[in-house]
């Protein structure tokens, strides 16, 4: 999509705003159109209203979480996206998503739990696997860690160097009795970069 097009969407969604301001689509395509042009603070908003208007409205409670995501606000993701699985617990996405606030949020039961219902829902989900490898790992279950991981490589997910890293800075820390964050196993880059309109 050219710049002029993505400006274009933006000024159709402002006007269909403008003229239906209770209408909760009408905000949420305009969140869609400010996420595509990477302007994810006006998204935040835009998709605000539409559940403001809309609490029923799944997919909106799911773009919010991910632009909440994308401004590195985990509690906000984490909230947007339980309100998503309350609404509809056969959500994937809101799972995952779910699960990655929680990584970020270095809460490895939660991301646990919510990549075991990926798996119940979706049972080949590489990033599932992956990331229950992330969580087993935190929580000193080198076991499930590895079982995951391979099962992660066999869909076709491979781990970060950061993670293979973690894995054996893990071993080494168990025979130490400390334990690893979430972040660190990942290799993520935190948020000190906050991304902002």
């Known amino acids: ?25 009408a905000h949420y395509n305009l969140g869609l159109a400010y996420t595509i ?21 799944i997919q909106a409670w799911v ?5 909440r995501l994308m ?9 947007a996206n339980r309100e998503a699985v ?23 039961e939660n991301l646990v739990k919510c990549n075991e219902r990926v798996l119940e829902l979706e049972r080949d989900h590489p990033a599932a696997h992956y990331h ?16 995951h991981l391979a099962r992660a490589i066999e869909l076709g997910h ?7 890293k973690a894995m054996e800075k893990a071993q080494m820390k168990k025979a130490r009795n400390e334990n690893t964050t979430l972040v660190e196993i990942t290799g993520a880059e935190g948020p000190d970069k906050k991304r902002e309109d």
């Open 132 to 147: 229950l490898a992330v969580g087993y790992l935190a929580m000193g279950n080198h076991g499930a860690a590895e079982r």
């Open 86 to 108: 309350q609404l509809d617990p056969t959500l994937v996405i809101g799972h995952y998503n779910l699960g990655q606030a929680y990584l970020y949020l270095n809460d490895p």
């Open 71 to 79: 401004r590195w606000e985990f509690e906000g993701c984490r909230d």
């Open 1 to 25: 999509m050219t710049r002029e097009s993505q400006r274009h969407r933006i000024e159709r969604c402002l006007q269909a705003v403008e003229e239906s301001p209770e209408s909760a689509p």
């Open 158 to 164: 491979a781990p970060t160097q950061d993670f293979v």
């Open 63 to 67: 773009n919010l979480g991910g632009v």
């Open 37 to 57: 042009s990477g302007r994810v603070k006006s998204a935040e908003e835009a998709y605000l209203k539409a559940v403001e208007l809309d609490p029923e409205m």
